[in-house]
């Protein structure tokens, strides 16, 4: 049993109009519920279990920003319950880390019910996200790592979404740093394809490598919905060197490579690099 008992009790969130509670899962840790879906999950007791298959993928490439263990910087735009965060601070103590939500209520919910360990370096922020986004790069602010994880399908909010945004966050970015974004689809995957072309629109203006796609192999093969992660920026490049090896015993993940990131799971799995996402996109786009 977790040494963080959530106590159950139920906010209302402002800007959503939603409901949202934590309650333990069966299977160990809790589940954060907004509007009585299942959004998250997260164990503090073991923050380095991550249950859902996207953000595992989301933090085999925060492994290889930089050498194992060594604090990063990491803007996350949607903070949901606090899973990456408190993954970055078990496997990088002393990271600094920014979390952007909407709505106010949220992030303060799920601290006073699941705590962050004691020395967390999190600044939350209460803003949306590419207005956050925007205020952080015209101050100068710079991450290793910027992940977007919001709810941003075809019925989602349109400026959270297309190149102009992804060219702001890539800007964010250090000569080393990642851009990370989720992308939920339904059959078809067509809004995955128009994505990944904006993406490499961004990626294009701005110099910098991407996008490559991770998800299942089941997914991308029979083009079904699912959770996609698309990866870019100059991280791609500095892992490319040749001669890498994936992930060793000690936990390091090794250069940011497809075949390494491929070799972490989850399975089965496909990481497709920039070719190989743009070959997608036209798969996708000839049916």
Same mark, same amino acid.
Not at 230 to 247: I, V
């Given at each position: 049993?977790?040494?963080?008992?959530?106590? *159950?009790?139920? &906010?209302?969130?402002?800007?959503? +109009? !939603? %409901?949202?509670?934590?309650?333990? %899962?069966?299977?160990?840790?809790? &589940?954060?519920?907004?509007?009585?879906?299942?959004?998250?999950?997260? =164990?503090?007791?073991?923050?380095?279990?991550?249950?859902? @298959?996207?953000?595992?993928?989301?933090?085999?490439?925060?492994? /290889? &920003?930089?050498?194992?263990?060594?604090? $990063?910087?990491?803007?996350?735009?949607?903070?949901?319950?606090?899973?990456?965060?408190?993954?970055?601070?078990?496997?990088?103590?002393?990271?600094?880390?920014?979390?952007?939500?909407?709505?106010?209520?949220?992030?303060?919910?799920?601290?006073?019910?699941?705590?962050? #360990?004691?020395?967390?370096?999190?600044?939350?922020?209460?803003?949306?996200?590419?207005?956050?986004?925007?205020?952080?790069?015209? %101050?100068? !602010?710079?991450?290793?790592? $910027?992940?977007? =994880?919001? +709810?941003? *399908?075809?019925?989602?909010?349109?400026?959270?979404?297309?190149?102009?945004?992804?060219?702001?966050?890539?800007?964010?970015?250090? =000569?080393?740093?990642?851009?990370?974004?989720?992308? +939920? =689809?339904?059959? *078809?995957?067509?809004?995955?394809?128009?994505?990944? /072309?904006?993406? @490499?629109?961004?990626?294009? @203006?701005?110099?910098?490598?991407?996008?490559?796609?991770?998800?299942?192999?089941?997914?991308?093969?029979?083009?079904?919905?699912?959770?996609?992660?698309?990866?870019?920026?100059?991280?791609?490049?500095?892992?490319?060197?040749? /001669? +890498?090896?994936?992930?060793?015993? %000690?936990?390091?993940? *090794?250069?940011?490579?497809?075949?390494?990131?491929?070799?972490?799971?989850?399975? #089965?799995?496909? &990481?497709?690099? !920039?070719? @190989?996402?743009?070959?997608?996109?036209?798969?996708?786009? /000839?049916?």
């Amino acid at each position: 049993m977790s040494a963080h008992p959530a106590s *159950g009790r139920t &906010v209302h969130l402002s800007a959503s +109009g !939603e %409901d949202a509670r934590i309650l333990p %899962d069966e299977l160990g840790g809790f &589940v954060l519920e907004i509007g009585g879906a299942v959004q998250s999950h997260v =164990d503090p007791a073991e923050p380095t279990a991550i249950r859902y @298959e996207y953000l595992r993928r989301v933090a085999n490439v925060l492994d /290889g &920003v930089a050498p194992a263990g060594a604090p $990063v910087r990491v803007l996350h735009l949607g903070a949901g319950a606090l899973t990456l965060p408190r993954y970055v601070q078990a496997t990088r103590p002393g990271s600094a880390q920014t979390a952007v939500d909407l709505d106010r209520e949220l992030v303060s919910f799920v601290l006073a019910e699941l705590p962050m #360990p004691a020395g967390t370096d999190l600044d939350s922020v209460v803003a949306d996200a590419r207005l956050a986004a925007v205020d952080l790069l015209m %101050d100068g !602010e710079r991450f290793d790592a $910027v992940v977007l =994880d919001i +709810g941003t *399908g075809e019925d989602g909010a349109e400026h959270l979404r297309g190149a102009a945004f992804y060219g702001e966050l890539l800007g964010l970015l250090t =000569d080393t740093g990642a851009l990370l974004v989720n992308i +939920g =689809d339904d059959d *078809g995957l067509r809004f995955l394809a128009a994505e990944l /072309g904006a993406l @490499e629109a961004a990626c294009a @203006e701005a110099g910098v490598p991407g996008p490559w796609t991770l998800a299942s192999a089941d997914m991308l093969e029979r083009l079904e919905l699912g959770n996609a992660v698309l990866a870019a920026g100059p991280a791609l490049r500095a892992g490319a060197a040749p /001669g +890498g090896t994936p992930s060793d015993a %000690d936990g390091d993940a *090794g250069p940011l490579t497809p075949a390494a990131l491929l070799a972490r799971g989850p399975h #089965p799995g496909a &990481v497709l690099d !920039e070719a @190989e996402s743009a070959a997608l996109a036209r798969r996708i786009g /000839g049916r």
